[in-house]
């Protein structure tokens, strides 16, 4: 994916901004402090993935000039294909609109299939890339990283191996815990042992249940040996009522060998030979039958011939027939036509008349006809006012340019005056008022210092001491006399007076002091408020005086540009000019007024083209009237030739009809007498060779005859009817052994023939009776023994209700069940924790996934191999450092530069291993390389520019030190 334009609607200090120039592979976008490239980063990121919640604490960046907020990103797909993102900031909804199939779409999930279902944290923590965030592997925990590492490894989608072995481990201890509630193991045998003392008590309980159990199982064994007799006697009877169905069957088969043992050795003749003999016999009858018709046709063929009248004149110029017909239909046509042409003739004149005064006098038919060149003139005259609209589209643009650097002009005077009065009111208007602001401020500043300093030494030293010294003695004075009041209140009175002489004595002398020490007639807090009103003086004049250089420059480059604008103004009119000498000279070279302007021979060439056309089809018309009257002169010259004595005044079409009529009647007696000759001949040739067919065929019935030695066909057909029913006997020999095997058995026909010629039908039938007998017998039996059975049962039964047995074994069954469960879920959770931990081991010795040695060679080229790998631990998701010497170090313990590099290489490892089965997504990164030395610097911009070549890379910076480092790779500048 790369970015092609960005559109910041109203976002931070951005208002209706337009960013573009952005390309594949590296973009350095250059700029000063507080320029907003920070800003800018944020509004890729919240604009491609969502705005934080606005109870977030995330920055959402409101818009500070108006406009919505939020704006619109132009990218393209690694397939070429266009789309508008655009994201409003109010309620995160998007709009997605596709440039190819013109359709816009407002779900988030058709911007994340484009991105391959990149989440926001994604590539908030991992794509775009600020230094704060270069400083911990926390963002990459909180991008998810960390899974996608562990995973990409070991060929697994986000599996935390930790997590997963953790949780093996405490599923395992649920089932058998030393301490605590949960017991899985203890509680199901403590179940299992008190159902079994209660079912071990329930059957002492029950004397006669083992003799009652030892019945049930004499009576099943007495059963068995009963069914397997009754089962062998069924055999046996099934057996015989087989033979007894196939008896029929055996008789009809003894029959038939019988009957087939007279015709030993005769030979069967193949049914061919009847076959062909019925065909030959069918043919000679239908030979006879067509030689019939055929002496009844030819006698027809004959009769009619001698019917036939033809003139022989007319036959001799049958071979003009084809001409008159293909002809008389053109006559007719050229008649026509050289009518047509003439009219069309006489209108293409009055036309070109008509044209030629729409034009004007200053054109002639004989100039244009005689014009030469006219698509190329007419090309060169779309070239000229290709030329001169250009011009004055330009000369339209520029005055509208000149127009708006004038008014930006106008309005940069009426901002600089605004500045200038505000400057002139201003109590600092000029370097010299400044300059004694400035002196007067750092006056006040001793002044202030020198006041504090004064306060300070007051509230500390001997004077404070003094001070609270007297009010102390005062405040003693006044107690002594509080005492004395009762007894002697003159001295009481004298105390108290002296303490508070004492006090205000004090409060007289500290205020004499101060006099004395700070003569300044100002309070400090009078102090402050000049220096700060000075202050706010000196800030107002500097940033005015910026401001007034800044527009200035501003007006000079606009004057500078609208003197460009002018000499494009002054350049196009000469343009015009010439470009309009240019087309009179043209005119005059070929053949026509100078006095025509461009579009008015634009307008007039389709007149022009019109006229020289005209003249062309009217020559052509001369000469197709020409051809004509030659045509048609040579078909009324055969005609004449043809019938020289046609009627006077009858027109050559009339007669030429005439002799078609006559011609095509004399062609039709001849056509009819050639057809009956050919039909004559072709009957007499198809008579001779029926006649041999005929003769062929008798012969060929004799030789059949011949073949089995038949005197005639009488004899012939007899054969073949006794071989016929030969074959039907030995076809039913076979169906009746097939029926028989059926029953007997395969290959058995032959035994089951023998078995029944020696054992007559009655005596089958009565054993079998007997064998039902038995088998009824044995059947009533076993049902008495089943009733037995059924009743111990019964009785079994009843005294297990009582105890409840049954409802024991039943539960007992069940927990007996849960333990082998749990036992097999305990191993195979233990068997499981065992298996993760031999393959994490292996893993970590020999295996790490494809992102690590992605990181490790970009951080091995970043700090020129002082360190030569990167290991990461499944179990607790630590990152070791393998320097040059092979020793080990943590994170934590890399200085903050170098620590920088092993995360950015991180990012970019993964970023090269996520991006091999999904889009590629601009990576964004914001002055990164603050904290690296200049070694590990440009080591840093050749691994970034090589990383750029597959994918877009965007990098802010204000520091030009930064950008002089990727000059030699020739990166997209973009000047902020």
């Not at 995360?903 to 990576?923: A, D, W």
Request: with cysteine; aromatic share 8%.
């Amino acid at each position: 994916m790369r970015i092609k334009k960005l559109f910041p609607e109203g976002y931070g200090n951005f208002y209706q901004r337009e960013i573009d120039g952005f390309s594949k592979g590296l973009n350095i976008v250059y700029g000063e402090n507080e320029a907003g490239k920070t800003t800018l980063l944020d509004f890729i990121r919240m604009t491609f993935f969502g705005y934080p919640d606005k109870r977030s604490k995330t920055n959402r960046r409101p818009p500070l000039k108006g406009g919505n907020h939020g704006g619109k990103i132009i990218f393209e797909t690694s397939d070429g294909s266009v789309y508008d993102l655009h994201r409003s900031g109010g309620n995160n909804g998007i709009s997605l609109f596709d440039h190819q199939s013109k359709t816009t779409q407002s779900e988030e999930s058709s911007f994340s299939r484009l991105t391959g279902n990149a989440g926001a944290d994604l590539y908030n923590n991992i794509y775009a890339i600020t230094l704060d965030e270069l400083v911990s592997l926390s963002a990459l925990n909180e991008s998810g990283m960390q899974d996608r590492i562990y995973s990409m490894g070991m060929g697994l989608a986000g599996m935390d191996f930790g997590a997963f072995e953790s949780g093996l481990e405490s599923e395992a201890e649920e089932y058998y815990k030393k301490r605590g509630k949960t017991q899985t193991f203890v509680e199901l045998a403590r179940e299992i042992d008190a159902l079994q003392k209660k079912k071990n008590e329930y059957i002492r309980n029950v004397a006669t249940f083992d003799k009652l159990n030892l019945e049930v199982k004499e009576l099943l064994e007495k059963k068995e040996g009963m069914t397997k007799a009754k089962n062998t006697l069924e055999s046996e009877r099934r057996k015989l009522d087989n033979f007894i169905k196939i008896y029929p069957d055996f008789i009809a088969y003894y029959h038939l060998q019988e009957k087939k043992a007279g015709t030993e050795g005769r030979e069967i003749v193949s049914e061919e030979y009847f076959n062909r003999y019925v065909e030959k016999k069918s043919k000679r009858e239908s030979l006879k039958e067509e030689l019939e018709e055929i002496d009844h046709e030819i006698l027809g063929l004959r009769k009619g011939l001698q019917k036939l009248k033809i003139d022989p004149d007319l036959e001799k110029q049958l071979p003009q027939l084809d001409y008159l017909k293909s002809h008389i239909e053109l006559y007719r046509q050229k008649c026509t036509a050289h009518s047509n042409l003439l009219l069309e003739f006489n209108r293409m004149e009055a036309e070109t008349e008509e044209l030629l005064k729409r034009l004007g006098p200053e054109y002639n038919q004989s100039e244009i006809i005689a014009l030469q060149g006219i698509h190329k003139i007419k090309t060169r005259a779309l070239e000229f006012k290709e030329e001169l609209n250009s011009l004055y589209s330009g000369k339209t643009s520029h005055e509208k340019e000149l127009e708006g650097v004038e008014m930006e002009i106008g309005n940069l005077e009426e901002e600089r005056r605004q500045w200038c009065e505000s400057l002139a009111d201003s109590v600092v208007f000029n370097d010299q008022e400044r300059s004694h602001a400035s002196e007067k401020l750092d006056e006040l500043r001793v002044q202030f210092e020198s006041m504090m300093e004064h306060i300070q030494s007051r509230n500390s030293g001997s004077n404070f001491s003094e001070k609270y010294l007297v009010f102390g003695l005062a405040a003693i004075m006044c107690i002594t006399g509080a005492f004395l009041f009762q007894v002697a209140w003159m001295a009481a009175a004298i105390l108290f007076l002296s303490g508070i002489l004492a006090v205000v004595f004090a409060f007289w002398r500290d205020r004499k002091t101060e006099s004395k020490k700070t003569p300044n007639r100002y309070s400090p807090k009078e102090l402050r408020m000049q220096m700060t009103e000075l202050e706010k003086n000196i800030e107002h004049f500097d940033k005015c005086t910026e401001k007034i250089n800044e527009i200035g420059r501003q007006i000079e480059l606009k004057k500078k540009h609208r003197e460009t604008v002018r000499d494009k103004c002054l350049n196009t009119d000469n343009k015009l000019e010439e470009t309009t000498r240019d087309w009179k000279i043209f005119l005059k070279e070929s053949g026509l007024s100078a006095d025509v302007g461009v579009s008015e021979f634009l307008n007039a060439l389709p007149e022009l083209e019109k006229i020289r056309e005209l003249d062309i089809r009217q020559k052509k018309i001369l000469e197709e009237k020409t051809v004509i009257k030659s045509q048609i002169r040579e078909f009324e010259g055969r005609v004449e030739e043809m019938a020289p004595d046609k009627a006077e005044g009858q027109s050559t079409e009339i007669a030429a009809v005439n002799l078609i009529e006559q011609m095509n009647e004399c062609s039709e007696q001849i056509q009819k007498r050639d057809a009956l000759g050919n039909q004559l001949q072709d009957r007499e040739r198809k008579r001779n060779l029926k006649s041999e067919q005929s003769v062929k065929v008798e012969g060929e019935m004799n030789a059949l005859m011949k073949k089995i030695n038949a005197a005639d066909e009488n004899d012939f057909f007899a054969f073949f009817e006794s071989q016929k029913q030969h074959l039907k006997d030995l076809e039913e020999m076979d169906r009746l052994v097939e029926k028989m095997e059926a029953v007997a058995g395969p290959g058995k026909a032959e035994a089951a023939s023998g078995f029944l010629a020696s054992h007559p039908l009655d005596e089958l039938e009565a054993r079998v009776e007997s064998l039902q007998s038995k088998t009824d017998a044995l059947g009533n039996e076993i049902e008495k023994t089943d009733r037995e059975i059924g009743s111990l049962n019964n009785e079994i039964r009843k005294m297990l209700e009582k105890g409840d047995g049954q409802k024991i074994n039943t539960e007992l069954e069940g927990l007996h069940s849960q333990l082998r469960e749990a036992f097999e879920n305990w191993a195979g959770l233990q068997i499981a924790g065992r298996i993760v931990r031999e393959c994490k081991k292996k893993y970590e010795e020999n295996r790490q996934p494809q992102v690590i040695k992605n990181s490790q060679g970009i951080f091995n080229k970043i700090t020129n191999g002082a360190y030569s790998g990167i290991q990461v631990s499944l179990g607790d998701s630590e990152v070791h450092i393998i320097d040059s010497g092979g020793g080990r170090k943590t994170v934590s313990e890399l200085s903050r530069g170098t620590r920088e590099q092993l995360l950015l290489s991180m990012r970019m490892g993964l970023i090269e291993e996520y991006e091999t089965h999904t889009e590629p997504l601009p990576v964004i990164l914001d002055d990164i390389m603050v904290n690296f030395d200049r070694a590990r610097a440009e080591k840093t911009a050749e691994v970034l520019s090589s990383f750029a070549a597959d994918r877009q890379v965007i990098l802010f910076t204000c520091h030009r030190y930064t950008l002089d480092l990727f000059a030699p790779f020739n990166p997209n500048r973009i000047d902020w």
